[in-house]
């Protein structure tokens, strides 16, 4: 299929290579992306991150083609998620809401009440009216909610990011050796460990609206590479360091220039999600826009 690139709207995450980040319409975390997918009224949505946040932009935009410049970049935390626990939990506690992070699939999403993201899920489950909150399946951003919201009761999930749970203390307080004075920003995907050292925790846009907004010079970075693009082009004058050297998420990486030229050459997947799963995930997805308000 030939898509004219007046046509579609090209979003990527902060992850991706800046080559593409550079190249897009928009950048910006899950949570800008899909809000930004439901804006736009181009009838084509190229989407330049891993294949679940492709699939709730079609959820949330079904009249749209979206398409993704490569099939398999895949994220390893949206496969955590088992339905048959979601299905136990709902049948033994009352007064329940099931809060599921977007970093999980179709199927999932559409078995809970409410999607989530890094950037809104303190809010949202805050204005849930249930005491009781699954939420799954990171269990390293579910501890950084429920620490915030003492007033609910959390059932976590085991699932967790790769890439993230592997960043170690040692290796920030090397960082913060060879970089006194910096203040720490991290990823709420990171161990508890690494959060409480952190001046911010949140989602990738919040690590870079408080550093644009920080007095600081120097600041150390617990999250994947690709964020410091952004992060220097919207922080002149600042310095940026990852906590590990190859802070990396091998998926958003297969995400390539040329992958994404291809898409405007014919190339490209089209996603695609059965409609009776679409349907159950529209309605999580539609109320985290809402209640995220
Ligand atoms: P954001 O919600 O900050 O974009 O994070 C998504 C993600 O995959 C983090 O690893
Ligand atoms: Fe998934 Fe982790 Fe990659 Fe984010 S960094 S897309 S959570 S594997």
Redesign the pocket.
Known sequence: MHIERNNALVLA??YAPPAVQAAADFVG???ALAQQAVRSDKPVIVFCGVTFMGESVKILCPEKEVLLPVPDAR?ALAEMAAEQEILHIRETVEDLAVVVYV?SSARIKALADVVV???NAVKVVSRLKEKNICFIPDKNLGAFVAAQLPEKNFILGHGY?P??EGTTVSEVEASFAAHPGALLLA?A?CPAAVRERAAFVG???GMIAFAEKSAAREFLVAT?EGTLYELSRRCPGKAFFTTRADFV?ADMKKVTKAALDAVFAGGGTRVEVEERTAEGARRALVRMLELAQ
Request: contains cysteine; negative net charge.
């Open positions: 995450h902060y975390d899950s949570f994220c970093n993201t890094s950037a990011c890439v993230h990823h995907e989602s990738t846009a994947e998420c």
